[in-house]
Every structure is written in structure tokens, then in C-alpha cells.
């Protein structure tokens, strides 16, 4: 039982993260140094960093998701035009791109497949595998002799 509230609290504080991630990144996304969108690229990396760390901690994908959505989430809420007619992200190829960005992010991160049991599986078979016995005198070796 405690489990589950302790796996349900942390994917509520999951949601949290993501969605002051996508916030942010959201309102930076428009920044540009000269013709460097610096902005798109710091919030995408920030957003992809803690999605990847929040999946490589955990170890469960489902609290990735559970932030990508908050984040997700959130950046829909914020695009909307506000009361006043002011519009965070507006429908310009940089706003399109950051939109379709963070959700390639979240899916990418999401979907990779988890290589911990690929790589314990590959030690376990190396390391339960028989080791190769060495021939004897007799020209067999111990294997041959059970």
C-alpha cells in the first residue's frame, strides 16, 4: 500500500517538474542570439535532461511520461491567447518547431527501449555459461570424461 502512494507521489511531483520545465522552456523557447535560436536549444536540453534523468533514476518510464505530459500539458495551456490577446507562443516556425520538439523529446525518451536488462541478461549468460575445459593428458578433456 505504501508503495503505491509513494510511486503515485512521485509521479505528482513528476507531473509538478515537468510542467515548470515546460514552462520555462516555453517562455525562453523565443530567444535568439543573432540568428541562434539559444533558447529552443537551452530548453530542449534542459527538457530532455530531466526526462532522461527522471527515466535513468527512477527506472521506470511511466514517471518520464508522467512529466512529458505535464510539461506537455502546460505548454498547450500557456499557448493559448491569454485574456488580454497576448499569445506566448505564437504560430511562427520557431513556436511550431518548439511544440513539436518537446513532444519529441517525450516520446523519444519515453519509448527507448531500458538496456539494464539487455546488459544483465548479457552477464548472466556470460557468467552462468560453463567455463571451456582444457584437453588432458589423454587427449579428452574433463567435459568428456562425465
Do not use: E, K
Not at 19 to 42: M, R
Not at 97 to 104: C, D, E, H
Not at 115 to 130: E, M, V
Request: aromatic share 6%; proline share 6%; with cysteine.
Amino acid at each position: 500500500m505504501s508503495s503505491s502512494i509513494s510511486r503515485g507521489l512521485s509521479w505528482l511531483a513528476a507531473a509538478v517538474v515537468g510542467g515548470v520545465y515546460g514552462i520555462a522552456a516555453t517562455i525562453a523557447h523565443s530567444f535568439l542570439w543573432g540568428p541562434v535560436p539559444v533558447g529552443l536549444i537551452v530548453g530542449g536540453i534542459a527538457c530532455a535532461a530531466l526526462l532522461i534523468s527522471l527515466r535513468a533514476l527512477t527506472g521506470d518510464r511511466w514517471a518520464a511520461l508522467v512529466a512529458g505530459i505535464g510539461m506537455l500539458a502546460l505548454i498547450l495551456v500557456i499557448s493559448q491567447r491569454g485574456p488580454g490577446g497576448s499569445v506566448v507562443v505564437p504560430n511562427t516556425p520557431l513556436g511550431n518547431i518548439w511544440m513539436y520538439l518537446a513532444v519529441g523529446i517525450t516520446v523519444l525518451v519515453v519509448a527507448w527501449p531500458d538496456l539494464s536488462r539487455l546488459r544483465s541478461a548479457h552477464t548472466d549468460g556470460a557468467a552462468g555459461a560453463p567455463p571451456t575445459a582444457a584437453p588432458t593428458a589423454t587427449g579428452t578433456s574433463a567435459r568428456d570424461v562425465d
